[in-house]
């Protein structure tokens, strides 16, 4: 059982572009390898949230992104460990994805994230998505 104060921060971002959200895939060697995510990853000591989530899109997709509001907040106890997940909306202001940690990348649409298998801690964050009026649009 995880002690409270082995707690990860994790900052994850939610990217639209034409009505698509950009999602990848964690490496087999990683903690719930082989499930998709919402790009993003670990916070280092000291870090904020936003710097962290610029850090890690430029490290594992090559992507210069603006880091706008934070959507929600998910903390969830695994076996192994607690996370927790705060997604932010971001636009990418610079590069095309590229899986420079030969990690997978999908745009998909709302109805679309049902088909790709997720950690738990993401699921509320998907039905929010594609609960939303227009998500068939998905202009967030």
């Not at 939610?14 to 993003?40: A, K, M, N, Y």
């Not at 202001?93 to 049902?114: E, F, I, K, M």
Request: with cysteine; hydrophobic share 35%.
């Amino acid at each position: 059982m995880s002690e409270p104060d082995s707690t990860v921060d994790v900052a994850a971002a939610v990217i639209v572009q034409d009505s698509r959200c950009l999602i990848t895939q964690r490496l087999q060697s990683t903690h719930l390898g082989g499930l998709w995510e919402f790009p993003g990853g670990k916070r280092h000591p000291d870090e904020s949230l936003p710097d962290c989530l610029r850090r890690e899109l430029k490290e594992e997709l090559d992507l210069t992104v603006e880091v706008g509001e934070e959507m929600k907040v998910i903390q969830h106890a695994y076996p192994d460990r607690t996370v927790r997940l705060h997604f932010y909306r971001c636009r990418i202001l610079g590069g095309r994805p590229r899986t420079l940690g030969n990690q997978a990348y999908r745009w998909v649409s709302p109805a679309d994230l049902s088909r790709f298998p997720f950690p738990d801690a993401d699921q509320l964050l998907i039905r929010d998505l594609q609960d939303q009026p227009g998500a068939g649009d998905w202009r967030i």
